[in-house]
C-alpha cells in the first residue's frame, strides 16, 4: 500500500450499539492482528510479535504496565492495543519527499489526525522554511547545523521549550536533558505534566517518593483492589490479565468509573480455556459510577467511617505516619451526607464498597487519568494515600499505592532528569561526573510553555517525540501561540499536526522506532526503560529502519549537542553517541538506584529500582513519617443546563494517534464526533438521541466552541458527559488546572449544548 492511497474516512455517521460487558481477548487480539498484517504483512507480523516483551525482544510501546518475571513469562505477551501501536510504528508505509511535493502546507493543514497517521513512517528530515509552501528535503548536517545556530543565537536559553513524549529510551532521555541543562535551561515539560503530574507531586508529599508502591507480584497477594478513573480494557489491557489472576486468589474488586467499562467488569482471556470458552471472570465485584471529579468526597467518606469505627492499623499509625491526630479532627468536622451527596452515588453500594475495602487486609488502589485530569488531582490523590495508610497498606506483601503510568517509558524518562523542575542532588552529580556548571532555575511546564509562546519570550520549540499541539489543551490557542515560534523541530516517527503549526520554520526529524535495529560505531546497540513499578530493561529492536536516513533519537541528540556545545565541551557526546554503554556508564554514577547499570540491565527481565516506603517501610519526608493530609472535598458541578464532560480515550487511539473508529466496546463506531449523555440529561436539556450539537463552554474567559458532536445516550451519571480527546481540546481552557502540578483539568470541564448549524 502506497501512502498516496491512504483515504480520509468517509464522512459517516457515528453507528450506535449496545457497550459490551466484556473485555474480550481473542476477537480483540484476532481484530487488531488483521489490521496489522494489512500494515506490514504476515511475515513481519509473525516475526514481530514473536519479540514483542520478551527478555531479548522489544518493549512494546503500548503502555507502560509491567511485565511478569521471565520465569513466568508466557509466549505471548501482548494485546491487542499493543499490536495496534506496533503495527502503527512497523507499517511498511513511508511518508518520502514526493510526498512532500505531492502535498504542500496547505493540503496537510487540512488533514485529519488519523490521515496524518496512516501516511506511513517519515523517511528523511524535511524543513519548511518561512513562508514556505511545502516541506523540502534537507541534510542531516545543515538540519542540525539550523538547530544549533539558531539555539545558539537566542538572547536567553530559556527562549528554547525542549519537550518530551514518553516513548523515548532512558538513554536518550538522560542525552536530551543534559544537553538541555549545559545549554543553560531547565525548559524540559513533558507529557508527565498532562498525565500523572499530580501522583508524582501528591506522593512525594505524602511518601516521600513519586512513584508506586506496589510490584505486579503484589496483585496475586492482594485481598482488595480498588480501580479508580481508569479503564484497563482498553489502555492497559495486560493488567487484565494481573487482575483475573487476583480474582482467582480471592481478591475482591471495587471499581469506581461514571463509566460501565467493559474492562471493568468482566475479561474473557484468551490465553485460559475458560476465556476461550466464552465464560471469563467477572472483574468488579462493586461498581461504582461515580459523578465526575467526586472521588476525593468518596475517599473521604471512608476515611471518615474508618477513622470513626477505629478500624485503623494503629501500630503502622503511631510507628509511621504523622498528622494523625489533625485528620481525625478534620473527619470528624465533614459531614458524611455531603459527601455522599457529592459522589451521586447509591448509598447501599457505596456501604458495600466500605465493607470490602474497611475489612480489607492486603488493599491496593490503582489510578490513571480519570484521577490526575482534575483541579483537585493532588488532594484526591493525598486521601487515597490516607485511605492507605489509614490501613496500614504500604510496604505490605499484595497491598500498595498503584498509579498506572501511560506512556511505556514515561517514568523512566523523569527518573533521567526530564522534569521542569530543578532536582538538586542530580544537578550536583551531574555537574560532578562532567565538570559543567547547571542553570538552577525552574523551567516551564506544558502549560506555561504555552504561555511563554503567547507572550512571545519563548521561541524555539524542540519535540523529544510526541504531538504538542494536538496534546495540550486549548487547542485554538495554543496553535496560535505556536504560530509565530521561529523554529519548530520535531524528532519523530510519523507525520503530526505538530509540524505543521509554525508560520516560520518547521524542521521534521525522522527517528527510528523501538522495533528497530539501532546501529552506531560500536556496533548495535539497546536501549532501556522503566515500567510503572520501576522495574528497569532492555530493549533491543530487530526489524530493519524506515529508510536509510532515519536516525536513533540518542544519535539525533548527540549530534545536536556537539554542534551546538562545541567541540571542547567537556561531555562526551560523541562517545555517547557511538556506545549507548557509555550514556549507561554516566547514569549508573548520576541517577539514584543505577549503580553497575550495565552489568545488570543485561540480565534477562533486568532489575528494579529501590523504594524505601515498598522495600522498608522508609519514607524520606521531612520528618522521616508518612504523612496523613486534611483537605476538603470540592466536586465540580455544572448549573441548569450545563453539564460536566470529561474526555476520553476510544478503544482505537493512542492519545492523538487515530488508529481507526471503532469504540467496540462502548459500541460506538464510525464517527468520534459523539457526546455520551444520560439519557435523562438528553430529555432535561430538550434534545433527542442522535441530534447534532456543538459542546460549548464559556468558564475560564472566552466562549469555547467544539462543533457537530453527535448525542448519544449512554449510561453516564446524571450532569455529566464524555467525549474523545483531542477533538474535544479546543474546550480545554490553558487555565484550567490544578494548583503545583498544573496538569489540564480535562476531565471536568463545564459546557453547554448548542444545536449544531452547520
Ligand atoms: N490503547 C491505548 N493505550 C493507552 C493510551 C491510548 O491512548 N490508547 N494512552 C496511554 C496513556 S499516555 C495513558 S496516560 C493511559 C491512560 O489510561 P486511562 O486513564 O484509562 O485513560 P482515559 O481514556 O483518559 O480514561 C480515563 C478513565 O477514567 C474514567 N474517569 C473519568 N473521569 C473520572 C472521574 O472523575 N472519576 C473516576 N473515578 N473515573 C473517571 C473514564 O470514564 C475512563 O474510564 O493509557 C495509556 N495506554
Ligand atoms: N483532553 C485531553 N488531553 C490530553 C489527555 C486527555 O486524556 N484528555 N491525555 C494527556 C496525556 S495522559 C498524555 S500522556 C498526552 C500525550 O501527549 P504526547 O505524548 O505528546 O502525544 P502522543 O499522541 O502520544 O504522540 C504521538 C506522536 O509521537 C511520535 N512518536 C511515536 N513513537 C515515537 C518514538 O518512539 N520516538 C519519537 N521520537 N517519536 C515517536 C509520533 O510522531 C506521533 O505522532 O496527552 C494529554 N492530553
Ligand atoms: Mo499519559
Redesign the pocket.
Known sequence: MSSRSIREPEASDVEVSEPETSATGLPAIASSMKRSISQMGVRRTVRTLAVINQPSGFDC?GCAWPEADPSERKHIEFCESGVKAVAE?ATTDRVDREFFAAHDLDDLRTRSDFWL?RVGR?TEPMVKQPGGSHFEPVSWDAALDLVADRLRSLDDPNEAVL?T????SNEAAYVYQLMAKCFGTNNLPD??N???EPTGAALSDTIGIGKGSVRLSDFAHADTIVLAGQNPGTNHPRMLSTLEEAKKNGARIVSINPLPEAGLLNFKNPQTPRGLSGVGTPLADVHLPIRLGADHALFQLWNKRLVEAGEVDERFVADHTSGYDELCAHLASVDADDLLRQTGLDPAAVDQAYEIVASAERLIVCWA?GIT?HVGAIDTIAEIVNLNLLGGHIGRLGAGLCPVR??SN?QGDRTMGIWEKVQPDMLAALEHEFGVSLPTDDGVDVVDAIRSFEDGHAKVFI??????A????DTDRTERALSDASLVV???????RTHLVTDQTSLILP?L??TEVDRQASGDQFVTVEDSMGMVHASTGMLPPPSRHARS?VAIVTGLAQRLLGADHPVRWKEMGDDYDVIREHIGRTVGGFNDFNSRVRIPGGFELPHPPRDSRTFETSDSKAHFTVSRAVTPTAGDGELVLQ???SHDQ????IYGHDDRYRGLSGDRHVVMMNANDIARLGFASGDRVDLVTSASGPERRARGFRIVDYPTPEGTAAAY??E??VL?PLDHHGPVAQT?A??SIVIRLERSTS
Open positions: 510501546p510504528e497517521g517519515l519537550y513524549s514518553g516513548r523515548s507529557c508527565s498532562m498525565c500523572h487519568m485530569q501511560g506512556h514515561v519535540g523529544l517525540g510526541g504531538n504538542f494536538r496534546a495540550t489543551p520535531n524528532l519523530s516517527t510519523k507525520l503530526n527517528v522506532g523501538r533519537e474526555t476520553t480515550r493512542y492519545n492523538t494517534t480527546y483531542p474535544t481540546n480545554v489540564p480535562s476531565k
